[in-house]
C-alpha cells in the first residue's frame, strides 16, 4: 500500500474507533480535549493529536492507529492495515466537550450520493463481478438488487448499503476487484438482506459474505442476512440490540473463521445473552463464507 493511501487511513480513521472496537471505555471525568483516557478493565490508553495518536501510561506503548492495532491485536503490519481498513465510516462515541463547541457540519447527503448511482443489471460490470469473480448466484444478487441495497461502483466495483431502522442509507460498503472501503462521510450500522421481520439474525462482517451465507443457506425465508462490515460503532451496536430485544429472535454469530471473527462472535453471543435470545456459532470451513461459496463452485478434480 503508498504512502498517500496508509496516511488517508490515518486521518479517516481515528483510534477511538479502534479502542471501542476493542471493548475500550471513555473515562469523561479524567479526560481532556487534548487527552482522552480509554479504559478495558486495569489496562488505560491516552488518545492524543486530535485522534491520532496514543500512548499507555503504564507502560512503553505508543505511536499511530497501524501501531495501535498491532499492540492489541498482537498482528504484524499488513494485518494492522487491514484491520484499520475496516473501521473507516465507523464513528467512535463523541466526548460531550467535543459536540458542544463543534461547528454544525455540511450535510454530506450521504442518501442523495447513493441515490444518484443506478443499481446493477445483467451483465453489468459489478453483475459480473459478483456473480463471476464472487460467485453468487443470480438469484441471490437479483435479491439485493430488488431489495435497493446494491449500487454499480467506480470500475466494476460494489456498493452495499448500510440502512439504519428507518431504512434510511448511512454509507455503504465498497468492494471490487482491486478495491476495499468504505462511503467516505458515511457511517457503519447494518447491511440487510431478507425480511425485516425474520427472526433469525445472521450476522457477518461483509456484505458480500452475507449475501454469501444466503447462498449457501438456499436463502432461508426466516432469516435475514446482516453485515457490520467489520466496525462496531454505537449505531451498529443499538441497531443489533433493537432486533435482538424481539420474541422469538436466534442470533447467529456467523462471522469470520479466524482470531477476529472469533473476537467478534464472543461479543456478539454476549450481547443475545442480554437481549436473552438464542444464540449460535456458525463458522465458514474457510475462512469467511465466500471462500466457501467458491469452494462448492470448483468442479471436482
Known sequence: ??????ERLKDEVP??????????ALDVKESTRKAMKYRRGASIIIVIHDGKGWFDPLGDGKGDVFRLVE?????????AIKEVASLVGVVPCEPVWQRASREREPDLSIPERWQARRGPWHGSATWRYLTGARHLPYRIVRAAISA??????????????????????????ERGPDWRGFATGGAKVLFRLGSPDALR??????AIDAMSLAALEGFRPDSIYLSTGGGWSPATDAALRALAARPG?????????????EIYADRLLRLGEQARCG???LRPVADDWNADLRMRAQPAS
Do not use: I, Y
Open 279 to 281: 444464540g449460535e456459532r
Open 148 to 173: 435497493g441495497v446494491l449500487r454499480e461502483g467506480p470500475h466494476g466495483s460494489m456498493w452495499a448499503a448500510h440502512v439504519d431502522s428507518k431504512g434510511t442509507v448511512t454509507g455503504w460498503e
Open 201 to 206: 439474525l445472521c450476522v457477518t462482517e461483509a
Open 71 to 79: 499492540d492489541l491485536e498482537k498482528v504484524a503490519f499488513v494485518e
Open 15 to 24: 483510534c477511538a474507533a479502534v479502542l471501542e472496537r476493542a471493548g475500550f
Open 1 to 6: 500500500m503508498e504512502k498517500a493511501e496508509l
Open 249 to 261: 429472535v436466534e442470533l447467529v454469530a456467523a462471522t469470520d473463521n479466524n482470531k477476529q471473527g
